[in-house]
């Protein structure tokens, strides 16, 4: 079943359940995926790359969006991202933990020799490849800075 296909069956099933907060976060998501679909040089069928990248997206704006309402002394409005990100969370991929992230990124260094932190962007040109969808850009990045560091 395609992401999309999933969407729709979970809008109808919040639409039952009358779940307001979890229908607003999946009607974003469809929109953003009709929106792909339907841009300039896209195709009408999304690629699974290109489904995650948009969810790994709309989550991470949710995410943004609750830390500035929570700063602005907004919980309500943080309340709701945060629930709209955990309902968006239900359709990526599981994160790693951070031994697993630990020992991947070990493994690239190992794998691109890299020997000092001027060889960081080597190692995460391979790790954004490769641990694409399974952690965050912004954890990567700083697990391979303090890796490098400690070389």
């Known amino acids: 079943m395609s992401l999309e296909e999933r969407i729709n069956s979970e809008i109808k099933s919040a639409m039952m359940a009358k779940e307001k907060v979890r229908l607003e976060a999946l009607r974003a998501v469809k ?63 599981k994160m790693l933990t951070d ?10 260094i190992e794998q691109v020799g890299a020997k000092a932190p ?5 190692v995460m040109g391979v790790a954004s490849k490769q641990l694409a969808g399974k952690a965050d850009g912004k954890a990567i990045s700083e697990k391979v800075k303090a890796l490098l560091a400690a070389m």
């Open 31 to 93: 929109s953003a995926i009709l929106l792909a679909r339907t841009e300039k040089g896209g195709s009408d069928v999304l690629t699974q790359e290109a489904e995650l990248k948009l969810l790994q997206k709309q989550h991470k704006q949710r995410k943004e969006s609750a830390e500035i309402f929570a700063q602005q002394n907004r919980p309500e409005l943080a309340e709701k991202e945060l629930a709209e990100a955990a309902v968006i969370e239900e359709f990526l991929p």
């Open 99 to 108: 031994e697993e992230l630990t020992q991947q990124v070990k493994a690239i």
């Open 118 to 122: 001027s060889d960081m962007g080597k």
